[in-house]
């Protein structure tokens, strides 16, 4: 499956809807959704993303899943089933997270700290360091679990699963996503 890039830029400004689960325990967190996944409608969607392989690789879930065509059922129920959940800082498409200001950051962190208090999962992992300063104006923060908690639920910020991170690998991914999900109890 493709698309021209007249079909992608047509995407700029859809939004993806949440996928949150009953028993979400670890919500993760992009900083909002490119043109494939605004074309495709599920999240971390382009080809060559890595965060499928990364939470396969990390044993979060027991298959491999391939959002790039957009996301069955059956790949719903096992993210869902598995106790994660997905959603955005910012929730509109855009081409680049460049083309986010401050100020949508910001407000997409309020929003996304309702959503947190709403939910209640154990952990929410927020994908990308710089986002995340920017979104809750903490700029000396680093990836890890943070010191502060968001109405008693863990904040990690972990490595973003796009190919522009470059000095991310599957396995380093992996590896910070397994740390979170063991505190969230969606890995032992």
């Known amino acids: 499956m493709g698309f021209t890039r007249e079909e992608l830029l047509a995407c700029r400004g859809v939004t993806v809807p949440d996928l949150i689960g009953d028993d979400c325990r670890m919500l993760f967190v992009g900083i909002n959704p490119g043109l494939w996944t605004a074309a495709v409608g599920a999240h971390f969607a382009r080809p060559g993303n890595r965060f499928y392989p990364a939470?396969?690789?990390?044993?979060?879930?027991?298959?491999?899943?391939?959002?790039?065509?957009?996301?069955?059922?059956?790949?719903?129920?096992?993210?869902?089933?598995?106790?994660?959940?997905?959603?955005?800082?910012?929730?509109?498409?855009?081409?680049?997270?460049?083309?986010?200001?401050?100020?949508?950051?910001?407000?997409?962190?309020?929003?996304?700290?309702?959503?947190?208090?709403?939910?209640a999962p154990?952990?929410?992992?927020?994908?990308?360091?710089?986002?995340?300063?920017?979104?809750?104006?903490?700029?000396?923060?680093?990836?890890?679990?943070?010191?502060?908690?968001?109405?008693?639920?863990?904040?990690?910020?972990?490595?973003?699963?796009?190919?522009l991170n470059a000095h991310e690998t599957v396995d380093s991914l992996a590896t910070a996503y397994a740390r979170a999900a063991r505190e969230a109890g969606v890995l032992d």
């Open 122 to 163: 154990a952990v929410v992992a927020v994908a990308g360091i710089t986002a995340y300063r920017s979104a809750f104006g903490l700029r000396r923060a680093v990836a890890g679990r943070q010191a502060q908690t968001w109405d008693g639920v863990a904040v990690w910020v972990v490595p973003n699963p796009s190919g």
């Open 55 to 119: 939470l396969y690789r990390a044993g979060i879930v027991d298959r491999l899943v391939d959002a790039s065509g957009g996301m069955s059922d059956a790949d719903r129920n096992l993210l869902c089933s598995s106790g994660i959940g997905i959603t955005n800082v910012v929730e509109r498409a855009t081409a680049t997270a460049a083309e986010l200001s401050t100020d949508e950051l910001r407000a997409g962190g309020e929003r996304l700290r309702a959503t947190v208090r709403r939910v």
